[in-house]
Nanobody, 117 residues
Framework: QVQLQESGPGLVKPSQTLSLTCTVSGDSIASYAWTWIRQSPGKGLEWIGVISRDGNVYYNSSLESRASISRDTSKDQFFLQLSALTPEDTAVYYC???????????WGQGTQVAVSS
């Protein structure tokens, strides 16, 4: 069974950089693509970006200038950094496995991030 677990700070100050880790168990991250998604209060899901099996990264154009996704295949972890935070970045952040069909089949439970001074 594939499991994903997000980790990171629950509270970050405006203008700082958010760093999140997604730890995958039951699978090798080199075998699939992996993605980050978020949901702000009262809003729908927003796709942030994806890292492919080959390590190529693609971002939502609205976040591309601030987002960075990377991975450590030796630890089966992948990471999100989001810079220049504002309160509008307050959200629950999820990591998920991305299939070639475009579906996200396994998700982490999500981690709440609040951006506030």
């Amino acid at each position: 069974q594939v499991q994903l677990q997000e980790s990171g700070p629950g509270l970050v100050k405006p203008s700082q950089t958010l760093s999140l880790t997604c730890t995958v168990s039951g699978d090798s991250i080199a075998s699939y693509a992996w993605t980050w998604i978020r949901q702000s209060p009262g809003k729908g899901l927003e796709w942030i970006g994806v890292i492919s099996r080959d390590g190529n990264v693609y971002y939502n154009s609205s976040l591309e200038s601030r987002a960075s996704i990377s991975r450590d295949t030796s630890k089966d972890q992948f990471f999100l950094q989001l810079s220049a935070l504002t309160p509008e970045d307050t959200a629950v952040y999820y990591c998920a496995r991305w299939l070639e069909s475009g579906q996200f089949d396994f998700w982490g439970q999500g981690t709440q991030v609040a951006v506030s001074s």
